[in-house]
DNA sequence: CCCATGTATGTAATCGCTTACAATCGATGA
DNA sequence: TCATCGATTGTAAGCGATTACATACATGGG
């Protein structure tokens, strides 16, 4: 089973090829590439030969020649982020299964964040000549547009909606999913919040939430304490140590509501809280982002926006699988992020008692009517 | 950006080929490819022409072309279950990144544990002329590996190990694993085992950590109750349900242990029992398997075994290219799987009363001396 | 009975690149 | 000084398919 090193050879040894397939069924190649594509523009008779001496010989078509010869690869590409992020895999997993169906193999790139390997990635991909394209994000550089353009492939932005949206995408509006955040939290008589989130700067879907979050906050004539606004990874350990550096802040007022840039950081949240005796939500409350399998599982249940992944990976197949067979279709898909509250959120305590610091006159001014409290234990108001 | 439906097109619109590269950099298209390939065979001074006709113009490499001719696709395999599991999803993750450093794209194909899609996305990769094959698992039909043995190409089975495998592998031994499970659990004093697993006909590793479960509990003179082994699909829902069913079974003596087929499975039962209330580990203690990363941060933390994921995702890789270089390297690789005790086993509780149920005489030549028992809230014995 | 039409097949020209082989040229060693 | 050699570059024959175009044969209406 060993093999020559580096498959220099010239012919790969012994290959069947059309050729030969067509002289066992006494045929042209022609004919054969026929049966191939269009079974039915040849005979039923030559077909059954046909059939025959591909079986018997164990014929594999040779992809690349068909690619080079018919100017169609039958590939599309993904690239993602990440896969160690379960909404991408659950995308993916889904993206791959539609195109599938539709005969189309996937060919799969991951970039880690990092946007000048995702346009490496991308120029990969159209190399090897995919014949669509599916990305994250909508925010690229000139150059990235322009290759895009320049191989004249359809492509799509995924996890991203915006109604003026110069180019194909399909997702939710991020904005309008953390206002309905805020408002919830506002709502329930927060004013002081901490953001626990991902980095805009790599980002964009974490910008726009991030922007959303400000806009929804400044709506409620609320701005956001810069101190209390943390960039971290997605891990649990850093939800852990977001905690840790939000205590050691000490703040004054202390955020009542932390809003956690998706559910493995909130979950992270969750448990430094229990570690550490904080009660959720009834000292503080919490938020996530994407509705994982696990959230609605946490103690307490986790508040969060469900994000459609599955309905994402279809949809952006359905929009490329229509565009390679020439149908027209929707350049802009937009679809529903969920906003699922749980046990996570409630009202804010009672304003504590002046801090332990005899400096600090209490806030007091702004803070408005808070709306009436329930008990601190009211978890799981889900719909689900 | 509109393009001609189903690229029927023969030449590429204004495609940019190797001959206008050629043209451009006033050199033969030869020239260009060995800049392409094998720089350092062309003059400093040609070098720098071509480089910049290529820059010009924009030029991608026609990678069907390329392969077509030179009987290489520079493009690897990997087939995997699914990429819903985590441990998956970081395998592949790995896998990729050792892959694309040395120069290769990875297609990528799950068939979700049908066996049948394996078998059928192995063609299609292979028609695809992927240079080697990443696999998991070793147990498929004759077909399947007369095909590989056609097709010629270098492939690993990852996940497993065998010292006499007949095939290169990359991965650890299950049987070995779980008896180290079971060893530890009848060591603590348990003597009544229930087991909740993935589905061992369509994955041989579910078999092969079941057979090692039976066996190390056969070496300790206990037989598995089949009543108590219970086959579900891997989510947090399923583990709820599982312990569930068992309870409703109502099998005495009552399971004191349960081995889960992995670490969702595990949290989805201590999930469950939070919720009706039972006490892990006080009055059943529970093991998983995989340590996915959730697992040391559940309450209690969950007693489980380490999977190398990352390291397979390497390892495989670094087989494959080795063997894509024409290297010498081991057929077969062993990574560890190490145990992780955590919170939640400890020793069973106190034999209970005999059960209210009148008929059945409570069972008691079969518990031999049990360990000193320790306070059941012992928790967090890990190394970790 | 003839020709237009349709169906089934064959012929052969690509597709864009790699690479064996040949050619050129200055430098080197006998 | 001449054959040899190494370093560069060019020429052109494929790689294995697809597909435009040509061909061959029935069929049927006029």
Chains 1, 2 share one sequence.
Not at 146 to 159: G, M, Q, S
Request: charged share 25%; net charge positive; with cysteine.
């Amino acid at each position: 089973m060993q093999r020559s090193p580096a498959g220099r050879n010239r012919a790969r040894r012994g290959a069947v090829t059309l050729q030969t397939v067509a002289e066992k069924a006494g045929v042209s190649t022609a004919t054969v590439s026929r049966f191939l594509n269009d079974a039915h523009l040849v005979s039923q008779e030559v077909r059954g030969r046909v059939e025959a001496a591909i079986r018997d010989l164990g014929y594999i078509p040779h992809h690349a020649a068909r690619t080079l010869a018919s100017n169609r690869s039958r590939t599309i590409g993904a690239i993602v982020p990440t896969l160690d992020n379960a909404i991408f895999s659950s995308h993916i997993t889904s993206f791959q299964k539609h195109i599938t169906k539709a005969g189309y193999t996937l060919l799969l790139a991951t970039f880690e964040y990092d946007l000048e390997v995702e346009f490496k990635q991308a120029q990969t991909l159209l190399e090897r000549g995919v014949d669509a394209l599916s990305l994250v994000g909508e925010r690229r550089s000139d150059a990235f547009y322009a290759l895009l353009e320049r191989a004249d492939v359809p492509f799509v932005n995924t996890w991203v909606w915006r109604a003026d949206s110069r180019y194909p995408c399909c997702g939710f509006d991020h904005e309008a999913a953390l206002k309905r955040v805020v408002d919830h939290l506002v709502e329930l008589g927060h004013r002081t919040f901490a953001v626990v989130t991902g980095f805009a700067d790599r980002n964009d879907r974490v910008a726009a939430r991030l922007a959303g979050t400000r806009q929804a906050l400044a709506a409620h004539g609320i701005t956001l304490d810069e101190r209390l606004l943390l960039s971290v990874e997605y891990s649990y350990a850093s939800g852990r140590e977001a905690l840790r550096r939000l205590r050691a802040l000490d703040v004054t007022p202390a955020p009542t509501a932390i809003i956690a840039g998706n559910d493995v950081i909130a979950a992270g949240i969750l448990f430094e809280a229990k570690a550490q005796g904080i009660d959720v939500p009834g000292t503080v409350s919490v938020v996530g982002f994407g509705d994982y399998d696990i959230s609605k599982e946490l103690d307490p249940p986790l508040t969060t926006v469900r994000s459609p992944k599955t309905e994402i990976g279809e949809r952006a197949a359905e929009y490329l699988l229509s565009r390679l067979a020439g149908r027209e279709t929707p350049e802009r898909v937009e679809l529903e992020a969920r906003f699922c509250p749980r046990g996570s959120t409630a009202p804010p305590p009672a304003p504590a008692p002046a801090p332990a610091k005899p400096a600090s006159p209490p806030p007091s001014g702004a803070r408005k009517a808070a709306p009436k409290r329930r008990p601190a234990k009211s978890r799981s108001r889900s719909a689900d």
